[in-house]
């Protein structure tokens, strides 16, 4: 019974568009940052690493394995993925390919509980030092999900974006969900995972993953246009000495939001200097006293505390 549920569920993957009995489809290009899939076989030497470490949990998980989580793709290892390919129905090979990673990412979306869609506007906070993701609906919390998040040496970015586009499918690294964020100086998103045991720490190229069923439930609850805030403590890191007309980045989201607190308001913190920023800016000189530029220089920045 088991291997039928799985053969019936590949049956069904395979009647997905682009897919075919032929082969190992080829990896969709990933829509941002996010570190590729790698293929795991056994090899000499040894491939190593948190990615055989992620799927040895898995397969214990599933009970087709029970051996050390080593992090090496050693032949034990190999055995309990053809033991898995046997039962979802793909070729007993041993090997870690494309098809085997989605049909295994699309086995395991399943939701413990399914909830019912807000009825409400909905907006989304994602709370970047508790790694967790907040949906609101009229402004009222309605349901928590763990997240990942960027490590220090690609860290989210914080601001005021919008969903500006929606992909559903595998894309290796990102999952079976993809929502592109309007951030204007990268390629980042809210998307699914190839590695559940990565959720709730600060590990990935910036987007934000979540759980593959929970980022399923997220997608069909959200259209493109919505809002998402992305907010942490910092630290702030980097400020230019001179934020000017057109100038993009974090900084410019951490000028808006101190503008903003101080009762300015430049609008949508969407780490753009434009006309309203600017606009916020020299009101804020005006009152300050200060010569009217609408620019932010050292002098304007540390009386800012942003320098």
Known sequence: ??????????????????????????APASPCGCEPVRVLQVATPPVRGSD??????RLVKLGFYDGPISGVYDRETAGAVAR???????TRSGVVDNRTWETLAFYEAKPAVKSPPPEG???ILVDIDAQTL???????????????????SSPTPMGEW????????????????????????GSYGIHG???????????????????NHDVIELYDWIEIGTQVTLKGRGPYGP?????????????VVFLQWRLRELGFDPGRADGVCGEATQSALAAWQRYRGLPVTGKADRNVLYLLGLW
Not at 52 to 57: E, N, P
Not at 84 to 90: A, V
């Open 52 to 57: 055989v470490a992620g799927l040895q949990q």
């Open 84 to 90: 898995l390919q046997e039962f979802l129905g793909l």
């Open 121 to 123: 506007k909905i907006s």
């Open 162 to 185: 919008v969903i500006t586009e929606k992909i559903a499918g595998w894309h290796g690294a990102t999952g079976v969900r993809w929502m592109r964020l309007s951030n204007p100086w």
């Open 1 to 26: 019974m088991k291997r039928a549920v799985g053969a019936v569920l590949v049956a069904a993957f395979l009647a997905l568009p682009g897919q075919g009995a032929a082969g190992a489809p080829t």
């Open 239 to 251: 400020v230019r000495p001179l934020i000017d007309q057109g100038a993009v980045g974090q900084d």
């Open 193 to 211: 995972t190839n590695n559940p045991g990565s959720i709730g720490q600060m590990v990935s190229a910036g987007c934000v993953r979540m759980f």
């Open 134 to 152: 907040i949906v609101y609906t009229d402004g009222e919390p309605y349901k928590l999900y763990p997240v990942a998040v960027g490590k220090a």
